[in-house]
């Protein structure tokens, strides 16, 4: 039999890549020619900017920091701007995405999300038992007397003065929207409680 210098049988490339072991490769994308038809090869994509139309409704995907945004605001002004992240993939990792939160003044807001948001054990790959783990020795870490004097744990004996009256009477993260930490001085259970304790 007649072989290639690549040691497959004298065949068509389509034929041998699928003889060989492994998932087959996706069929190749074919564009319509009159799609490609006015198409325009730029040096890069500064010199994109300047010539698409401006004051039209523009996207960019994979913003990231924001810098080539920023240019696209300043050259092309666009009176719309889609600004899309596709963050499920490898260029964004956990710092990068830290980092991107930090600079729209966000990294705040979603680390109080987190501390609020509650884990569902058969689907967090061990997170929970993690984090139970962590708490044991953050507790016995805490004891230590050089430290504890500057710590306030919460006690259920006790007032929590580092914490506020809602976090207090809650003492822990509310199930559903009843109980919400911002609306608990609507709550018509809380307000009974109060004025039976004669703080209301």
Known sequence: MNRTGSGHPRETRKEAWAAR??????AALELPGELIANVRVVANRRELLRIIPGAGVAAEIG????DFSAQILAENRPAKLHLIDPWDT?????AELARVLSLVELDEEVFELGLRSTIDPSLDGGISEKILDTRIALRERLADPAISKYVELFDPEKYNSNASLAEN???GTPV???FNLEA???QQYVRFVLRKAGLE
């Open 90 to 94: 490898a260029r964004y990792g956990e």
């Open 169 to 171: 009477l809650m003492f």
């Open 63 to 66: 913003v990231a920091g924001g």
């Open 176 to 178: 559903g929207g009843e």
């Open 184 to 186: 608990i001085a609507n």
């Open 21 to 26: 072991p492994g998932p087959t490769p996706p």
